[in-house]
Each structure stands twice: as C-alpha cells, then as structure tokens.
C-alpha cells in the first residue's frame, strides 16, 4: 500500500512495500531536458552485526506526508530545485532493503547535492516516524543520535546572518 502526497511539484509517498530504487531513479529521469543535474540518496537497514533482525517504522498516515511535503516545499525553494522525489517504507523492514529514496532534480549539481543532504538530514532527525529495532535479544525503540541532530543543526546555522 503507498500514501502519496503531490506538493511544490514534488512528491511524497510512504509505502509498506519493497521498492526498487533504480527504476526509481529511471524513472524520475526521464524527460528532464532542462534540468543539469539529478542527485540521490537510498537509505539501506542495516543489520549492525546481527544485532537487528527487522526494522520497524511507524508513520500517522496524512500527518507524516503533510509534514515530510513541507520541508521538500522548503528544500524546493531553498535550492531552486525543478522536482523532487521522496519515497520512504514504513511497516517491517528486513535488513538489506531499502528504506528510503530521495532524488532531487536541479539545474546545477551543488542546488541537487545540497538539497537531497538537506532532505536527508530532516528525515533522519525530525520527520515524525517511530523506529523500532527488532533483534535476538527483543526489540527497541531507536532516537535520532546526536551527530543526526548536529548535522541537521548545520542547515539552520547557515541561514543565520
């Protein structure tokens, strides 16, 4: 199943099921003759040495996409960016599989680097989703760690005079 939420141009959507990031990516491409650059990032789950058998994320269908489609409103003017791209599962995540998929299209690389790091970094730190971790000895409840909010911090320091 796949929530969507089209904003500014670009699209939000979670999903439980797997998803296959190079068709994606093919996809997004196809008829960008005025855009320079196309910049992406998939987030894999890890399975940190067998310490973590399943991921588990938790959305509120409507509220995350709302919130997720305002900041890619934000990346959209911030950087100039032509489109933009977010698909990110939700449900129970095997390690190997992706979990995430950002793809930015802009007229000229940095605007495209730039923002899909700036994408990355609010959905690592802010974006309201609940991450349980599933392992051999049960399962816990994973917080953004501090070098996520540091490099989250870095985007709002750059906007100070």
Do not use: N
Not at 40 to 52: H, K, N, V
Not at 67 to 83: H, Q
């Amino acid at each position: 199943m796949t929530l969507l939420r089209k904003g500014f141009g670009g699209q939000v959507r979670l999903t439980f099921d797997p998803f296959d990031p190079g068709a994606l990516l093919t996809q997004f491409c196809q008829g960008r003759s005025e855009v320079g650059a196309v910049a992406t990032f998939t987030g894999i789950a890890r399975a940190e040495a067998g310490a973590t058998v399943a991921l588990e994320l938790e959305a509120y269908p409507g509220f995350t996409e709302a919130e997720i489609g305002k900041v890619a409103d934000r990346a959209r003017a911030r950087f100039g960016l032509d489109d933009l791209q977010i698909l990110h599962r939700v449900g129970r995540i095997a390690p190997g599989e992706p979990v995430v998929f950002v793809a930015t299209a802009a007229r000229h690389r940095r605007a495209a680097f730039e923002a899909c790091d700036f994408l990355m970094d609010y959905l690592k730190s802010k974006a309201p989703f609940w991450k349980k971790e599933h392992g051999p000895d049960g399962a816990r409840w994973v917080e953004p760690t501090d070098r996520d909010h540091a490099d989250l911090t870095r985007w709002e320091e750059e906007t100070q005079p």
